[in-house]
């Protein structure tokens, strides 16, 4: 909970205990009392911003300034309330106070973990037109392919910024997004509005560090139907150690995407189990594209073909890419095909591309979650399953025949690899997020990421991703 939160929980059990102990309480004492609840009242409200959740909090404190303020006036000095509402009156207090408590630490507005590298981030968001390609999930066949990319980068200077939020702060924009995030979760848009409040660790639009060597490339994909933000602190922890990284918004495939004229677009390419491999495929083709494209805009950045902060800053000779689910069967798909990109991880995604796939021969970190074995022994004797999985776990044997891994992590589920999971402790009732504590998944996702790229593009670290660590109990080679 945020300080001043926690401030008027007080200040509303003193005015609850000046009600109880008036005849021992002085007038002056609690006059204080009411002015200062009054003060933290708005304090809170101006400065931290409303939220829901302490809904009852606000409602019991202006309730209980009335009562305060009636009991101490001088015609109700000597006034007796019936025994059986005062009794009710101080338990229903207690008792939606505590509610409130409850949803604010279960739904609370938290802060992302702190990167752990040496370097401040910084962040920029960049809008992308590729003039070449056709966009194929719009009906209208002029619309060329259009992507928003959000890059962190390891920053200069930042004093006096102030951190950016996680969503957009555009009042309208970011109504848009809760709108589709409450359709994903299908809970009323109220629910999300708090989301406003959470704050990033990277500085919009800061200098980028200057730097004798450039700075290796690495490129995110989220997950079918979700979007670049749920990678944000993946992406933070990467740049403050010397990365530059670019989380790519595949459009039509996110929850929402917000584009600078005020468009946001949705969710339009769904996947279903009996649709997977053939319509995966096609969309997977187009993905493999983006990140195509993205790699040429930062050839052009870094030449200073197009102008932008990166120019000179890109070690083009050591890209990476990453991605969860589906964008991380897009990783595996984009580093066979593209010649550009050097190592790669798939974060718990089925690959979508299978025929001919077999013989990689880069570096290649499959993490999967705890539940990885009992789904492929789940799946390996269903019908029309046995041969695509046999597939994908050749794939995966000769991935550890060419410097790669194969881990699993006790206690993960499918969204322990994204943001999800420090958004709230509930989301584990889903299903969607495993038993692991979420701090401790996205601690140990930040670290395995980080320890692969520094092998293989840095050519340093390597010291989780090469065999177990006692100090990653949860983590399993395979």
Not at 389 to 404: C, D, F, P, T
Request: charged share 20%; with cysteine; glycine share 6%.
């Amino acid at each position: 909970m945020r300080l001043f939160e926690i401030l008027l929980i007080f200040s509303c059990l003193a005015l609850l205990s000046d009600l109880w102990f008036y005849k021992s309480i002085t007038r002056k004492t609690s006059t204080v009392i009411c002015m200062a609840s009054s003060i933290i009242l708005l304090v809170q409200l101006c400065f931290e911003g409303y939220r829901w959740q302490l809904v009852f909090v606000y409602i019991m404190a202006v309730l209980l300034l009335c009562a305060v303020l009636f009991r101490r006036s001088k015609n109700t000095a000597n006034l007796k309330m019936w025994r059986p509402l005062k009794y009710g009156f101080y338990s229903l207090t207690i008792v939606l106070i505590g509610v409130s408590i409850c949803l604010s630490l279960y739904l609370p507005v938290f802060n992302l973990p702190k990167p752990d590298g040496l370097y401040e981030v910084g962040t920029q968001t960049l809008h992308f037109i590729d003039d070449d390609r056709a966009e194929i999930f719009t009906e209208n066949h002029r619309d060329k392919r259009e992507l928003m990319v959000q890059v962190w980068y390891p920053a200069g200077h930042v004093n006096h910024k102030k951190s950016s939020l996680l969503f957009p702060e555009d009042k309208t924009v970011f109504r848009k997004y809760m709108q589709a995030y409450s359709q994903n979760f299908k809970l009323p848009e109220f629910a999300f509005d708090y989301w406003r409040y959470i704050r990033s660790n990277s500085y919009e639009d800061a200098e980028i560090r200057p730097t004798a060597q450039p700075y290796p490339l690495v490129l995110i994909s989220h997950g079918m139907g979700t979007g670049r933000v749920l990678h944000t602190s993946q992406a933070e922890n990467l740049a403050s150690h010397g990365f530059i990284v670019a989380a790519i918004d595949h459009t039509y495939s996110t929850t929402a995407t917000a584009f600078p004229d005020g468009r946001v677009t949705g969710f339009e390419t769904v996947l279903t189990g009996d649709n997977f491999y053939d319509k995966g495929s096609r969309i997977g083709k187009v993905w493999t594209q983006d990140v195509k494209f993205v790699i040429s805009r930062f050839k052009k950045m870094n030449s200073g073909s197009i102008r932008s902060i990166f120019e000179g800053k890109v070690d083009v000779n050591n890209i990476g890419m990453m991605g969860h689910s589906f964008g991380g069967a897009t990783a595996f798909n984009a580093l066979y095909l593209n010649d550009d990109i050097r190592a790669g991880i798939n974060m718990d995604g089925t690959l979508y591309e299978l025929k001919n796939r077999e013989h990689i021969n880069k570096p290649f970190l499959f993490m999967q979650a705890g539940d990885f074995i009992d789904n492929v022994k789940k799946y390996k004797n269903k019908k029309g399953l046995r041969d695509k999985i046999a597939n994908e776990l050749s794939i995966m044997e000769n991935v550890k025949q060419h410097e790669g891994s194969v881990i699993y992590v006790e206690g993960a589920a499918h969204y322990n690899f994204t943001d999800l999971q420090l958004f709230s402790d509930l989301i584990q009732l889903t299903g969607m997020t495993g038993k692991i504590n979420g701090k401790r998944g996205a601690f140990i996702t930040n670290q395995y990421v980080l320890d692969f790229f520094n092998k293989h593009l840095k050519e340093s670290g390597g010291n989780l991703v090469d065999e177990p660590n006692a100090q990653y109990p949860e983590v399993k080679f395979q």
